[in-house]
């Protein structure tokens, strides 16, 4: 009996196994094992996303809810831990299209916006972790926070079915990535964003207008708060960043949309880095880089100061091409907003005065930070680190 009993149960533990590895196979991911460290950081000091509370992304994770994903489907099995504290490695490229073209509106509203849920990291690994036809969003409606996504290269979704406003022509619906709803406490670190292989100047006409099909870079909107952007690339796009939803969304934007952005490089990029209406931005030891005569990307200014909106730009260099020191006050443009301040920043290698008839930021920043003297060297320094593959 008790021989019986042993190959019944042998039996039985062999079938549960099967049964478990199938399983894991079938939803197309299983755990493994921790690449580097490098995942396990939190949010620095210095930063928004450090403030009233912490952003630990996935740091807490167990070892059975560590991944590494090669496609669509492993990621968004992996993403269906939902709060769970998880660490999601990126290896190669995933096509979060899976490979099937979206053929209207509703289909990629369907299949290509990715939520990412709280208490996550996104890690790529090494130097060429991309997502490629869709969006990444980290939307608050549910209570997600504490989102980290560093070293991997988004390039911005094409929308195959933009749709027409009377006046202001065709537009776009998808970014390459939206902080939204009240998502809180996120760290965007050594990101690449870029409209890649598909460049403004490949857009076609239809009904004798632009046809235009990018919309944002990254986006922070609807009441979200507590963000921290560092050491990214944006590279190559028109609407660059949009922070506060809009001109009338007081009772969701008011008091929060706080952001620090640092170390990052605006490359070639027309407007919008950022446009902030509500929001409380730190902007520290940035580059920008652009051409007033760009044919494609023509730059037109880098800080849009909207209504209630206000901005602090410390030690940041700009080199624009085309743009004298007389025309200086084009890297700062008035959208109702009035609060807008600059320490130490350079123009085209020279100090500049950006006062540029704003009133002074007022506003305590309460961490501590290190505003370095913005030189030719460290502008370079901050270029050659920024954007993914530099982790």
């Keep these: 009996m008790n021989k019986a009993s042993g190959r019944s149960f042998t039996r039985s533990s062999k079938y549960l ?28 000091a210095a930063g928004w996303a450090s403030q009233n509370g912490f952003t630990t992304g996935g740091a807490a994770a167990t070892s059975d809810n560590i991944y590494i994903v090669t496609n669509i489907s492993e990621f968004t099995s992996a993403l269906s831990a939902g709060a769970v504290a998880k660490i999601i490695q990126i290896k190669g490229t995933i096509d979060i299209s899976g490979g099937t073209p979206y053929t209207d509106f509703a289909d990629q509203k369907a299949r290509s916006q990715i939520n990412i849920p ?15 036809n869709g969006s990444l969003i980290i939307d608050g409606t549910d209570g997600t926070n504490n989102v980290i996504i560093r070293n991997v290269y988004i390039q911005t979704p094409i929308d195959v079915e933009p749709h027409y406003e009377k006046g202001d022509g065709w537009n776009a619906e998808w970014d390459a990535m939206n902080i939204t709803n009240g998502a809180h406490h996120v760290w965007i670190d050594h ?97 920008f880089k652009g051409d007033a005569k760009d044919p494609v990307y023509r730059y037109q200014y880098s800080f849009g100061i909207g209504t209630s909106g206000s901005v602090l730009s410390e030690g940041n260099s700009f080199t624009i091409a085309n743009l004298s020191a007389s025309k200086a006050c084009k ?49 370079q320094s901050i270029t050659d680190n920024a954007g993914s593959g530099k982790l």
């Design 17 to 44: 196994l099967a049964t478990l590895i199938a399983g894991m196979m079938a939803s197309g991911v299983s755990a493994a094992e921790l690449v580097s460290n490098k995942a396990l950081e939190s949010a620095p």
């Design 118 to 132: 709280a208490n996550t990291t996104v890690i790529g690994l090494g130097t060429d972790a991309k997502f490629i």
């Design 191 to 287: 990101v690449t964003i870029s409209d890649g292989n598909f460049t403004d100047d490949m857009y076609t006409t239809k009904d004798g207008e632009t046809y235009v099909q990018h919309d944002g870079a990254l986006d922070i909107k609807r009441g979200s708060d507590y963000v921290t952007i560092s050491n990214s690339l944006i590279d190559q796009h028109d609407k660059t960043m949009l922070i506060g939803h809009s001109d009338t969304n007081s009772a969701q934007d008011k008091g929060k949309l706080h952001v620090t952005l640092f170390n990052n490089v605006f490359n070639r990029v027309t407007e919008r880095a950022p446009r902030v209406r509500y929001g409380s931005i730190h902007s520290f030891n940035n580059v």
């Design 331 to 379: 890297v700062v443009k008035k959208f109702n907003g009035s609060i807008f301040s600059d320490n130490g920043s350079v123009l085209n290698g020279s100090a500049v005065d950006l006062s540029c008839g704003f009133s002074a930021y007022t506003s305590k920043i309460p961490y501590i930070y290190d505003v370095q003297p913005m030189t030719t060297v460290l502008a």
